[in-house]
């Protein structure tokens, strides 16, 4: 076709507008993508129920909003740190360690731009071309995305459903090797709710004994849980050490838009880490981390609503799934997300997501955008109000039965 560069074209670097090979590696989130799309149905007049974007529906705390506004009329405008401003720096030691049990010295704690920061520039700070790194199965799209990028090689770990999707010990024993550079966990995870039981991680910690393996332990949904907190690796006898410990004030404190992350960080990683956010962002606004120190040194009373009220979400969702014929839904025990599975409709999950956006006016997610363990089931998100998530279960009923 006239105006495009062919794949050898770009990689000889022939012609203006000439792309680097290493952009076709480079994934994205098909939220974004389905997001968009709805978008567009809605321009021409179709409602649409939005399950398919990870974030609360929730407003931001209102002290936590106080003390940017706040910090703001200070002054509190220009450059900072890039580690992160030092109230930030304690304030995440003392809540992460808090919650997990640990000691953490503020000084091996970074801020960064939301968590995906950490993601990235840890595989690339760790990953050589072909160096191995197991991540889960199905799990957070851009794990895969930029284990690629960087050019290791992605290792899947198959979260069992049978298991409550968490993953076999002995599959992830067989999984590491010499070559295995990097370990990621995700608890609660994203897409399916699941917590990593307290045996699983004892299991892990015994097999990782003998590897040199980093461990990228992602946490950022480690609040929102249901019938018990989530366990972490970093808690374990030595793991600290080589843990990235992750977590964010994005989903806790309802601040996905703006954009901090935070978390402990192994003595070897921090001077790589800060040169990579120098490179990239420069720092966190500081009126950004102000708000995000009240909230992690404020009431919490805000985050125990908001879960109080996905955990009343969640009984009806799962609930209403597992009332429709072919739809199998287990209880999430974290997170804001459900994962039933859809094989007993004969229709793929993809198949089924495209047809209730395109057919009913219902934005979800495909199972297999999370990874081929993914194939047979789709994610919904029951951060929308329980009225629409109401609607959104009957349009899906309505349109299996229709199906059928």
């Given amino acids: ?76 405008t220009g450059y900072c740190p890039t580690e992160g401003i030092p109230e930030l720096r304690e304030a995440a030691a003392s809540y992460l360690g808090a919650s997990r049990g640990l000691t953490i010295d503020p000084g091996s704690v970074l801020v960064a731009n939301g968590a995906k920061p950490f993601l990235f520039f840890t595989i690339l700070a760790v990953v050589n071309p072909g160096d191995e790194v197991i991540y889960p199965d199905p799990g957070f799209p851009v794990y895969h995305s930029a284990i690629a990028w960087a050019g290791g090689v992605p290792v899947p770990l198959t979260l069992r459903e049978e298991r409550g999707f968490s993953f076999d010990p002995e599959e992830l024993a067989a999984l590491l090797s010499p070559r295995t550079r990097l370990v990621i966990l995700n608890s609660p995870n994203n897409p399916t709710g699941s917590v990593i039981p307290a045996a699983d991680l004892a299991e892990l910690a015994a097999a990782l004994e003998r590897t040199g393996a980093w461990i990228l332990s992602d946490e950022v949904y480690a609040k929102i849980v249901y019938d018990a907190d989530a366990p972490s690796v970093a808690s374990l006898p030595g793991l600290l050490d080589r843990t990235v410990l992750l977590d964010g004030c994005s989903k806790t404190f309802a601040m996905t838009g703006w954009r901090c992350g935070f978390a402990s960080v192994p003595g070897g990683l921090l001077e790589p880490l800060t040169r990579f956010f120098v490179n990239c962002t420069s720092c966190v606004p500081p009126f950004v981390q102000h708000a995000a120190v009240a909230a992690l040194t404020g009431t919490l009373e805000p985050v125990e609503q908001m879960v109080a009220e996905f955990r009343e979400r969640r009984e009806l969702v799962v609930d209403g799934l597992n009332a429709i014929p072919g739809v199998s839904c287990r209880s999430p025990a974290g997170a804001f997300y459900v994962f039933p599975n859809v094989s007993a409709t004969g229709m793929k999950g993809d198949q089924l997501a495209e047809r209730l956006l395109e057919e009913a006016g219902v934005a979800l997610l495909a199972g297999s955008d999370f990874g081929s363990g993914g194939s047979s089931h789709i994610r919904l998100s029951y951060a929308a109000s329980q009225e629409r998530l109401h609607e959104g279960l009957d349009r899906i009923r309505r349109f299996l039965e229709s199906s059928a």
């Fill in 1 to 76: 076709m006239a105006g495009t560069s062919s794949p050898s074209r770009a990689s000889s670097g022939a012609g203006p507008g000439a792309l680097a090979d290493s952009v076709a590696r480079l994934e994205t989130e098909t939220a974004f993508k389905v997001l968009a799309r709805a978008r567009e149905i809605e321009r021409g007049g179709v409602d649409v129920v939005h399950m398919e974007i990870g974030q609360p529906d929730f407003a931001t705390p209102a002290h936590v909003v106080e003390a940017a506004v706040e910090s703001m009329r200070r002054g509190d």
